[in-house]
Nanobody, 122 residues
Framework: QVQLVESGGGLVQAGGSLRLSCAAS????????MRWYRQAPGKGRELVAG???????NYADSVKGRFTISRDNAKNTVYLQMSSLKPEDTAAYYC????????????????WGQGTQVTVSS
């Protein structure tokens, strides 16, 4: 199984920056795609950014040019560097990964973290 622990959220003024981290631990063979989602109050959960094990990344249009996703495979950790933050970025941010639990199966299981709150004041 995989446990995900996010950190780095907080309160920041508009225009500021924050760096989120999500560390994966537990018993698994590999972590494949790592993603960040967010959910604002009263809204659905949306994909913010994703990154493959080969460092190919994609972003929601709303964060392109402001957010950067990266990963440290040795630490099984994914990061989200957020800059030029806007009040509309206020949300709970969730880490999500696809993991292979053994080398004997290509099946991927999907896991979620508990979330970390990001609040951007105007």
């Amino acid at each position: 199984q995989v446990q995900l622990v996010e950190s780095g959220g907080g309160l920041v003024q508009a225009g500021g920056s924050l760096r989120l981290s999500c560390a994966a631990s537990g018993s698994f063979f590999s972590i494949d795609v790592m993603r960040w989602y967010r959910q604002a109050p009263g809204k659905g959960r949306e994909l913010v950014a994703g990154i493959t094990s080969g460092d190919s990344s994609n972003y929601a249009d709303s964060v392109k040019g402001r957010f950067t996703i990266s990963r440290d495979n040795a630490k099984n950790t994914v990061y989200l560097q957020m800059s030029s933050l806007k009040p509309e970025d206020t949300a709970a941010y969730y880490c999500n990964v696809d993991a292979r639990l053994t080398s004997y199966s290509n099946a991927r299981l999907n896991y979620w973290g508990q979330g970390t709150q990001v609040t951007v004041s105007s």
